[in-house]
C-alpha cells in the first residue's frame, strides 16, 4: 500500500478525471454530534464565509460526503487550513475531495470548529476524532474498508490531521454512541504544507497563538507539538512542502520526518523548491502539482 518507489500521476489527468467529478459522485452532509456538541457554548453569530470559500464562525460542526458511483474500498478525511481561525474550504479542501472523489475514494470535508469563536481549544480535536470514528461507523452502508480510511490537512489542518494520528486513544470527549467504541486513528495520513510544532524558532505564530494564546509554557508547547507525539503506532505518514514557505517554516516537515524515522514510521517527504504557502493542490505546471499524484501512489490510491 506504501510503495518505496513513487509514480507521479500526472497532474493533467488528475484535473481531467476532476472535471467529471461533480457528475458521479453522491453527496451528503452528516452532522458530527446528535446534539449539542461539547466544548461550547460557540459563536454567538451566524457562520462566515468569504470569497475564498473559507469558513469560519463554525455553528455546526459537520462532514460533506462525496461519494464515487465506482469505489475503490477507502475513505479519505480532508481538514482545510487558516490557522484555527478559518477553514480553507473553497480553495483546498473541495478540490482535493474532487480529485479524491474522481479516482474511486469516498471524502470527508470537515466542518470543525474554531477556538477563536466561542469553542473550547479542544474542539478542532473533538471534531476531527468524532469524525474518524463517524466515517468507520459508516463504511459497510458506504462501501469502502473501514481499514482504508485516512486523513490529510493543509497548514493547521495539517496539524489538526497529525495530532488526530498521533493521540487517536486520547479521551477528548465522553462517548455518546456506537461509534465512538471504533477507532480513530487514521490507516495513512498526508500533511501538507503543515503546521506541526508549537515550539520556538519553527512555530507559525498564528496557529500557536490562536491555540496557546501569548505566554505558553513549555509543557504547554510540548503537548501540541506533533513530531513530539510520534511512536511507533503512528500512522504511515506523506508529507509535502515548499523551502520558501513563508508561514509554516519547511523545518516543520523535517522535524515530523525525522521523527517518523526515530519511531520507524513509514513516511515520505516531498520538499519542493518553490510553492510558498498555501499551494492546495498546485497550480498546474508547477513543481507542487505533483503532489496529488505522489500522494495517491503512495497511499494506494491511484
Known amino acids: 500500500m506504501f510503495p518505496r518507489r513513487s509514480f507521479v500521476l500526472g497532474a493533467a489527468a488528475l484535473a481531467t478525471a476532476a472535471n467529471f467529478a461533480r457528475a458521479d459522485e453522491v453527496s451528503e452532509t452528516i452532522a458530527l454530534w446528535p446534539g449539542d456538541p461539547p466544548g461550547g457554548p460557540g459563536p454567538?453569530?451566524?457562520e462566515v464565509v468569504n470569497p475564498d470559500g473559507a469558513y469560519s464562525n463554525i455553528l455546526a460542526p459537520r462532514m460533506v460526503m462525496r461519494r464515487p458511483l465506482q469505489s475503490k474500498g477507502a475513505a479519505v478525511l480532508i481538514l482545510g487550513g487558516g490557522g484555527y481561525r478559518r477553514i480553507g474550504i473553497g480553495r483546498e479542501s473541495v478540490p482535493t475531495a474532487r480529485l479524491l472523489t474522481a479516482l474511486g475514494v469516498t471524502t470527508f470535508v470537515l466542518y470543525y470548529r474554531l477556538p477563536n469563536s466561542g469553542w473550547a481549544q479542544a474542539a478542532p480535536f473533538q471534531d476531527a476524532q468524532r469524525a474518524m470514528r463517524?466515517?468507520?461507523?459508516?463504511?459497510?452502508?458506504?462501501?469502502?474498508?473501514?481499514?482504508?480510511?485516512?486523513?490529510?490537512?493543509?497548514?493547521?489542518?495539517?496539524?489538526?490531521?497529525?495530532?488526530?494520528?498521533?493521540?487517536?486513544?486520547?479521551?477528548?470527549?465522553?462517548?455518546?454512541?456506537?461509534?465512538?467504541?471504533?477507532?480513530?486513528?487514521?490507516?495513512?495520513?498526508?500533511?501538507?504544507?503543515?503546521?506541526?510544532?508549537?515550539?520556538?524558532?519553527?512555530i507559525t505564530k498564528i496557529s500557536t497563538k490562536t491555540l496557546l494564546g501569548d505566554a505558553p509554557t513549555p509543557e504547554q508547547r510540548a503537548a501540541l507539538s506533533v513530531e513530539r507525539l510520534v511512536t511507533p503506532q503512528t500512522p504511515p505518514t506523506f508529507l509535502a512542502q515548499a523551502v520558501d514557505d513563508p508561514i509554516a517554516p519547511v523545518d516543520n516537515s523535517l522535524l515530523m520526518f525525522a521523527a517518523l524515522r526515530q519511531a520507524a514510521v513509514p513516511a515520505a517527504m516531498h520538499i519542493f523548491q518553490g510553492g510558498r504557502h498555501g499551494f492546495n493542490i498546485g497550480r498546474p505546471g508547477s513543481e507542487a502539482s505533483a503532489w496529488p499524484g505522489l500522494f495517491a501512489t503512495w497511499a494506494g490510491l491511484a
Not at 140 to 158: C, H, N, Q, T
Open 44 to 46: 454567538a453569530g451566524p
Open 134 to 202: 463517524l466515517i468507520r461507523a459508516r463504511a459497510g452502508v458506504l462501501g469502502y474498508d473501514p481499514g482504508r480510511v485516512g486523513i490529510i490537512g493543509f497548514s493547521a489542518g495539517g496539524h489538526l490531521a497529525g495530532m488526530t494520528a498521533v493521540q487517536p486513544s486520547s479521551a477528548l470527549y465522553p462517548k455518546i454512541d456506537g461509534a465512538d467504541a471504533l477507532s480513530a486513528r487514521p490507516d495513512f495520513a498526508g500533511l501538507i504544507y503543515p503546521v506541526l510544532t508549537m515550539i520556538p524558532p519553527f
